[in-house]
């Protein structure tokens, strides 16, 4: 049987957070999104969200929303296939839109709901005894990875506090570190060297010369991995200046590949794949502040990955007060069973919601 794509809705929404949160130089007390609904002949809809983070995206809300407009207008009577085939990142025009619609579609296409267990990272922020007292609580629900922001303050101090936590991580667990390009290479040198061989995954996006990552990594023997680096890849990939493109595309590509992990954001970077990236390194998903349904577009595409070894990023849910979902999604734990995620009946609640327009 043929199904058509009947209508397409777009909703803006905003839901609070449960401590401001810095992004950039933006100060957020609410999580503001764009939440879009692809509806089929048969009455079956398909959710996906498209929330430009501050400080991070390049497109406003309005701005998004405008391209959705156009993408839906140019998918809107045609067959899940045939939208799947039109749905690139040129026709979205920025990666949020991308993922949005691809999660969308797959909620109208999915008949295998995935199975198993998906093991969780627990992000650690705010001052130190912050992390301590979550670190510790983490442990006690089962958690073995954490992702800790580094950069922030003296490196000496910094050292010290993750060589303590390394001390304390139970077996198989590991340390994320994420500097967000903070440091030029001497002051990355010297915190590498500064750091416990064992128990670091990986060091993510050290130097402002993002360039020089595999040098770095390879003098210093810890791990790095790149993120901001696939962000601007994608920035590239839509630029109209075909020197631009091909430079930023080259240059990205030899930085990722030499990367001993991809830290993926479907919000943010389109996939790895559709970039040109040719790694067997891990691909670690990671979340930008998404409600549930963005969130659960992240957990599914981790569910599609190899192996499902990478613990999945998105403790960036337990900092929202509610949820666009009329259930809230089980993820305070290390690990979650794929079964209690991804299911039928989940679906936003319409109270959080306004309608921007439907083609």
Not at 37 to 61: K, M
Not at 149 to 160: L, P
């Amino acid at each position: 049987m043929t199904v058509i794509l009947s209508s397409i809705q777009c909703s803006s929404f905003s839901l609070r957070l449960k401590d401001a949160v810095r992004l950039g130089d933006t100060v957020c007390h609410h999580r503001e999104g764009l939440l879009f609904s692809l509806s089929n002949e048969q009455g079956h809809t398909g959710w996906g969200e498209a929330s430009p983070l501050p400080g991070f995206s390049i497109r406003s809300l309005e701005e998004v929303s405008a391209l959705g407009k156009t993408l839906a207008g140019r998918l809107k009577e045609r067959t899940v296939a045939e939208a799947r085939q039109l749905l690139t990142p040129e026709s979205a025009g920025d990666p949020a839109i991308y993922t949005a619609f691809h999660h969308a579609l797959q909620g109208l296409s999915r008949y295998n709901q995935p199975e198993g267990m998906l093991s969780l990272c627990m992000l650690l922020d705010g001052s130190v005894e912050t992390m301590e007292q979550s670190f510790q609580s983490g442990l006690e629900r089962g958690y073995k990875d954490f992702k800790v922001k580094v950069g922030r303050q003296s490196a000496d101090h910094e050292s010290t506090f993750i060589h303590a936590l390394v001390a304390r991580l139970p077996e198989g667990g590991k340390l994320r570190l994420d500097a967000n390009r903070r440091w030029d290479y001497e002051a990355a040198r010297s915190f590498c060297l500064s750091l416990p061989r064992e128990g670091i995954e990986f060091l993510e996006e050290p130097l402002k010369d993002w360039s020089r990552l595999g040098e770095l990594q390879h003098e210093t023997d810890i791990p790095c991995a790149v993120d901001e680096t696939l962000q601007d890849m994608s920035h590239a990939l839509l630029s109209p200046s075909s020197r631009i493109r091909n430079d930023l595309l080259q240059a990205g590509k030899k930085t990722a590949e030499e990367a001993r992990a991809l830290v993926w954001k479907p919000s943010l970077s389109f996939p790895p794949e559709v970039l040109g990236i040719e790694s067997s390194e891990p691909c670690i998903l990671s979340s930008a502040y998404e409600s549930g349904v963005g969130i659960l577009a992240v957990l599914h595409e981790a569910c599609q990955r190899p192996g499902r070894g990478p613990a999945v990023g998105v403790d960036t849910y337990s900092r929202l007060t509610e949820d666009l979902l009329m259930t809230d999604l089980p993820l305070d734990r290390g690990s979650v069973s794929a079964s209690t995620l991804f299911l039928s009946d989940n679906n936003p609640n319409p109270q959080y919601l306004q309608e921007c327009w439907r083609v």
